[in-house]
């Protein structure tokens, strides 16, 4: 079963928060190095929660899929470029994912390798990818303010980053739910966030979108000071210490 790693890092100081930025361009020839590796990306993120305009040039995430569970530990824990990573951070976690549903496009095709669940796994993590059209951007980012607002009212959220590609432009979220009816409520009910959805589909403000939730299968590190799967249960025993059971 292909997992997929997304990692976090926070950087403290003008140093680290410099080399962090120039790994936007540095790291990627060691990672696409890496054995096993297959689709990737290295991300910035917003200010706040992340779901900002403005970029927080003190916390990075990579994303990549790979053949194994198994894998994906290794290569996070082993990997040159991720110890590199880890020497200049303040801070560092990641959690390990397998897709059971995506739908839409990323770089024109489909990353993630999908096996099908019949229902939402608890907990479970969604993640959105979109290119904003250029003339749509303006509209887009007025939402932002009071789609924060909203996410940031969610009990049942344990994990929450918003993150770019390309800044304003190219944008993606990741949110980990332990309660699937709140995530609906959040994404569908009355709200700022139906609002936008309904204002992209009416204006086309996208021109490339991807949804995908995964079951999450592990969880390593502290983000916040803190482990936000602790306490919870993982399909495979062999790797619940990676998810900091309580």
Do not use: C
């Not at 962090?20 to 910035?44: C, D, E, H, N, T």
């Not at 509209?139 to 996410?151: D, E, G, I």
């Not at 009355?190 to 995964?214: D, M, N, S, T």
């Amino acid at each position: 079963m292909e997992a997929v790693s997304l990692s976090f890092f926070r950087f403290e100081g003008a140093v680290n928060r410099l080399w962090a930025f120039s790994q936007m361009q540095f790291a990627r020839a060691p990672l696409r190095a890496m054995p096993g590796i297959g689709f990737f990306k290295l991300f910035g993120t917003g200010t706040g929660e992340g779901f900002t305009p403005i970029p927080n040039f003190g916390v990075y995430a990579i994303l990549a899929t790979w053949p194994s569970l198994d894998e994906a530990q290794s290569a996070v824990t082993e990997g040159a470029i991720f110890h590199r990573y880890r020497a200049h951070a303040a801070e560092s976690a990641t959690v390990f994912l397998s897709a059971y549903a995506s739908r839409g496009q990323w770089d024109g095709g489909s990353p993630f390798a999908v096996s099908p669940l019949e229902e939402a796994p608890v907990p479970f993590a969604v993640l959105t990818r979109a290119t904003v059209n250029l003339r749509h951007l303006s509209a887009f980012w007025r939402h932002t303010p009071h789609v924060s607002a909203l996410v940031r009212a969610q009990n049942h959220m344990r994990f929450k980053m918003g993150m770019g590609e390309v800044p304003w432009v190219q944008q993606v979220t990741f949110s980990i739910w332990d309660d699937p009816a709140a995530m609906q409520a959040f994404a569908y009910g009355q709200g700022p966030h139906r609002g936008a959805v309904g204002g992209v589909r009416q204006g086309h403000w996208f021109r490339e979108e991807l949804y995908a939730r995964f079951r999450v299968l592990g969880w390593e590190g502290t983000w916040e000071g803190r482990a936000p799967l602790a306490g919870v249960g993982v399909d495979r025993p062999e790797i619940t210490h990676q998810a900091a059971l309580a």
